[in-house]
Every structure is written in C-alpha cells, then in structure tokens.
C-alpha cells in the first residue's frame, strides 16, 4: 500500500469526485464516483446506479468499466474511488466491494492500481491509499485460469 499522490493520481481522483455528482442512489443515499485511467491515457468515469429492485443496481466500478469496453478499451493502469453520504464529503475510503473486485480482475492484472481517498466540505483530498489488485484480491481466479 502506498499514500502519496502523483499529479495524474490526483487527477484521477478529481475525476471520481465529479462523476460522483452523477450518482443514483435513491435507497441507499450513498454516492460513488469511480475514474478509470486506460492505458491509452483516457479517463472512464462512472457512478452508481440503483434501482427499485435493490439487486439490479451497479456499483460506480463496473458502471465505469463496463463503459470503457464498450469504448473498445480493455486495458487499464488504475482506478480511483471515492464515496460516501449523498449531499456530503467522501470523508471516508471507499473501497471497492467483492463483486467489483472480480469484476475488475477480468481486465487488469496484479500491478493494476485502486486509488483511494478521503476529502473534506472543500472537496480537497485529505488521505490517500493506493493499493494494487493482489493486495485487495490476492490468490484471485483470473481468465487465464480458463485458458
Ligand atoms: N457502491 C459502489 O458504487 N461502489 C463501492 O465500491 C461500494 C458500494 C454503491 C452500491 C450502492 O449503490 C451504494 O454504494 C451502497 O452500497
């Protein structure tokens, strides 16, 4: 795990902050941003979106990177997150759930990298984590595991 920031970290993040603004969370009132960084450079943003049936609702995550293969782009560096009370600071980390850790895993290998941060009222980053893939879903079950 690693904390401090690059430029394009902080970029990323920033991004995940405005695609947060986008987010459907009726329900839960909890709205997530994520920023997927391509390996082509390009920014991915997505939110979560829920629905009237609880289940059918996606996490910001796999909003985001089901966006990019749409795109055509199945190859990432990085991904940043951040979440918390709807109308509120991401004051807390929000770290990737169980499904879209293996959602993920589908495209990006082990050195892929999931930013995390805390803000505050102003929006401005407080605390960050940056983590890789092995560290949130070591010993995972990948795609070559079929091949
Ligand atoms: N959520 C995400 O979008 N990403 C996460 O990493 C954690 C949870 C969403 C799902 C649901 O809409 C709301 O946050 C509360 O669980």
Do not use: W
């Not at 394009?8 to 695609?19: G, P, V």
């Not at 603004?21 to 941003?33: E, T």
């Not at 997505?46 to 190859?75: D, L």
């Not at 293996?102 to 082990?110: A, D, I, T, V």
């Amino acid at each position: 795990m690693k904390n401090t920031l690059t430029k394009e970290y902080k970029e990323l993040l920033r991004a995940s902050l405005e695609a947060r603004m986008h987010s459907y969370a009726p329900y839960s009132h909890f709205a997530v941003g994520a920023a997927l960084l391509c390996e082509d450079g390009t920014v991915i943003k997505g939110c979560n979106v829920e629905n009237a049936s609880y289940p059918v609702g996606i996490c910001a995550e796999r909003n985001a990177m089901s966006h990019a293969v749409f795109e055509g782009r199945t190859k990432f560096k990085a991904i940043a997150i951040t979440g918390g009370p709807a109308g509120k600071a991401a004051a807390d980390f929000c770290a990737p759930c169980g499904m879209c850790r293996q959602f993920m895993r589908e495209f990006c290998g082990k050195d892929f990298e999931i930013v995390l941060a805390k803000c505050n009222e102003a929006g401005e980053i407080t605390e960050a984590r940056i983590h890789t893939m092995e560290e949130i879903l070591p010993d995972s079950f990948g795609p070559e595991n079929l091949s």
